[in-house]
Every structure is written in C-alpha cells, then in structure tokens.
T-cell receptor, first 114, second 116 residues
Framework: AQSVTQLGSHVSVSEGALVLLRCNYSSSVPPYLFWYVQYPNQGLQLLLKYTSAATLVKGINGFEAEFKKSETSFHLTKPSAHMSDAAEYFCAVSAGGATNKLIFGTGTLLAVQP | DAGVIQSPRHEVTEMGQEVTLRCKPISGHNSLFWYRQTMMRGLELLIYFNNNVPIDDSGMPEDRFSAKMPNASFSTLKIQPSEPRDSAVYFC??????????????FGDGTRLSIL
C-alpha cells in the first residue's frame, strides 16, 4: 500500500535561509507525488507535482522538489525563505489505480523567523 | 475560473442538531472528496465519489455521517445528530478522473464546524 512519511512536524528557519522539508514515500507502483501548502484558515493549495517526467520539479513561490527513487524521497526545498512561506506543508502520494485518491502525510509546520 | 466552493464557511450549532455542509466542485471534475481536519487526527479522508457514485466511504466515522452527490455540480455532507467531537474543519476537494492517479486535487476553503 502507498504511504508517505514527513520527518519533522515542526521546522523553523530564519528569513533568507534554506528551506528543506522532508518526505519519504512507499509505493508498490511508480508513484505520483504532490506537495501542498496550507495557509491559516485556507484549504490546501497545490505547490507542485511529480508525474514521472523530470525528476526535479519546480513549483510555485520558488519551491522545488527532487524525486529520488533510490532514496524513496521527494524533499521540498526553497533556497531562501520568506516570511510569507510560514504555513503547513503536506506531502501526498497517489493511491494508484483508476482513482485520484491521495494518501497525505501528517504535515510539517514551517515557521520563518525574522 | 471558479474553484471548489463550500458553504457555509463557519457553522456553530448545539449538539443534537442536524448539520449540512455543501460543496460545489470545479466544473468538469468527475471526482469529489470530503475530508475532515483536526489538530489531533490531522487530515482524514471521509468519502469520495467518482461520477456521482460513492466509491469508498470507509473513512466515515459512524452512521451519524452521510454524504450524497445528486448531480455533478453538488454534494452534501450531513451529520445527524451532531456531537461536540464532530467539531473540525471539513474540506471538499475535486479532481478530474483519468491519468491513472496523476491528477491533483483542488480544495475548497473549508467549513469550520463548532458543535457546542
């Protein structure tokens, strides 16, 4: 069965520092992977998705993620954090088959310190 | 383009009352998902529909919860009778079918439900 694990429920960085949010997946088939962001009092918004094309995926707001099959990872990075990046981030993997059901991780709350 | 529209945005009611949450998916999307989000349990999938047909309702907590999708542009999630432990943010999401799972879900802004 498909699953994702997000390491670190809380991550704190300084403004301008590198952001690294970790996600490892388990999938019995080639996975489709997604990162979502949730700002306070809002729904989840798609940041980027991996669908087996390029392994380095660029998303919105300067975020990118690299698919590494050998490490079963799909970590999210941003070179320089901005105060507006403070939010909760969710990694998800497609459940597979004909459905578009997603299996979500438990989320990582990113704090950005001035 | 209009996104997923949920109503109401906030609902406060007393325990024992019936609660109905509404969702309008993005036009042309054939899959619809209902989630519940709490601090304790995180994001939980309650039920999802493909082409208006419920496919998996294994996440529905108990018989007090029911969901319907009478047509492609409308779905409801009903709680009857409501209990304080049902307090949460409920999200609706939609996606196109097909692609073997490579289609992202698009979320509404949620309904914040408080049961007193």
């Amino acid at each position: 069965a498909q699953s994702v694990t997000q390491l670190g429920s809380h991550v704190s960085v300084s403004e301008g520092a590198l952001v690294l949010l970790r996600c490892n997946y388990s999938s019995s088939v080639p996975p489709y992977l997604f990162w979502y962001v949730q700002y306070p009092n809002q729904g989840l918004q798609l940041l980027l998705k991996y669908t087996s094309a390029a392994t380095l995926v660029k998303g919105i707001n300067g975020f990118e993620a690299e698919f590494k099959k050998s490490e079963t990872s799909f970590h999210l990075t941003k070179p320089s954090a901005h105060m507006s990046d403070a939010a909760e981030y969710f990694c998800a993997v497609s459940a597979g088959g004909a459905t578009n059901k997603l299996i979500f991780g438990t989320g990582t709350l990113l704090a950005v310190q001035p | 383009d209009a996104g997923v529209i949920q109503s109401p945005r906030h609902e406060v009611t007393e325990m024992g009352q019936e609660v109905t949450l509404r969702c309008k998916p993005i036009s042309g999307h054939n899959s619809l998902f209902w989630y519940r989000q709490t601090m304790m349990r995180g994001l939980e999938l309650l039920i999802y529909f493909n082409n208006n047909v419920p496919i998996d309702d294994s996440g529905m907590p108990e018989d007090r919860f029911s969901a319907k999708m009478p047509n492609a542009s409308f779905s409801t999630l009903k709680i009857q009778p409501s209990e304080p432990r049902d307090s949460a943010v409920y999200f609706c999401a939609s996606s196109p079918l097909g692609g073997g799972g490579n289609q992202p879900q698009h979320f509404g802004d949620g309904t914040r439900l408080s049961i007193l």
